[in-house]
């Protein structure tokens, strides 16, 4: 499928059939999220896919049993990952030695990084959500380019989740659910959405972006 054609057919599904998705399916998704950018290469996502009915109960119920999640027959939780955030100015310097920035900029992002404000753990954890999602977009859109249903869930009791997944709070945390399946009846109607000019401004806040100028 195009990759436009992709985007512009995307819909969030939440409700699914009970067939079987195919592993190779699932393995396609988590191959588009790996290739996601994040921040200094940094790449603090991780992936577990539930697909035991015992797992994805357990996530169902961290997540106020939304019929989404009790219907499809996976459900990927995108985590955070903290520890591998912490080799982040590992990470920079390895993009410095490829090339792929310059000193100066490795200069400025050392700079930052050796800074240590009292919230550091709160703004490290954002970023790490940031960077998250890049990979889970990266993954529903996969999903829809193989048909598949997919839909974010970010409404979920998290400390509850943690445990039914024995995450270690150290290091991980969930992120986002993406209950995965094969879609349950017609396809939605397109949501509406704001055109380019109401979203997009040229130069200056408040000048609306007009399609087709230079």
């Known amino acids: 499928m195009d990759f436009f054609e992709t985007i512009r057919s ?3 599904i939440r409700e699914f059939t009970d067939e079987r998705v195919d592993s190779k399916d699932i393995e396609t998704c988590l191959e588009a999220a790996r290739l996601a950018p994040s921040a200094t290469n940094s790449q603090p996502w991780r992936f577990l896919v539930a697909r035991s009915a015992e797992v994805r109960s357990a996530i169902a119920e961290a997540g106020y049993n939304q019929p989404c999640l009790r219907q499809a027959p996976v459900i990927t ?3 955070g990952d903290r520890g591998v955030y912490k080799k982040r100015l590992r990470r920079a310097k390895e993009l410095a030695d490829l090339g792929a920035v310059s000193a100066e900029t490795l200069a400025t992002v050392e ?3 050796g800074e240590k404000p009292e919230n550091a753990r709160e703004l490290n954890d954002i970023a790490i959500r ?3 999602m890049l990979a889970g977009e990266h993954y529903v859109l996969a999903a829809a380019a193989l048909d598949l249903g997919c839909c974010w ?3 979920f009791d998290a400390e509850k989740l943690s445990e039914a997944l024995y995450l270690d709070p150290k290091y991980n945390f969930p992120v986002a659910l993406l209950p995965t399946g094969h ?3 017609a396809m939605p109607e397109r949501r509406p959405r704001y055109g380019i000019s ?3 401004w040229k ?3 408040g000048m609306p972006w007009v399609a087709g100028t230079a």
């Open 198 to 200: 109401d979203i997009a």
């Open 111 to 113: 700079k930052r990084y």
């Open 153 to 155: 869930v970010q409404l």
């Open 130 to 132: 940031m960077n998250c």
């Open 77 to 79: 939780v995108l985590l």
């Open 10 to 12: 995307r819909r969030s």
């Open 183 to 185: 879609a349950k009846g």
């Open 203 to 205: 130069d200056e806040m």
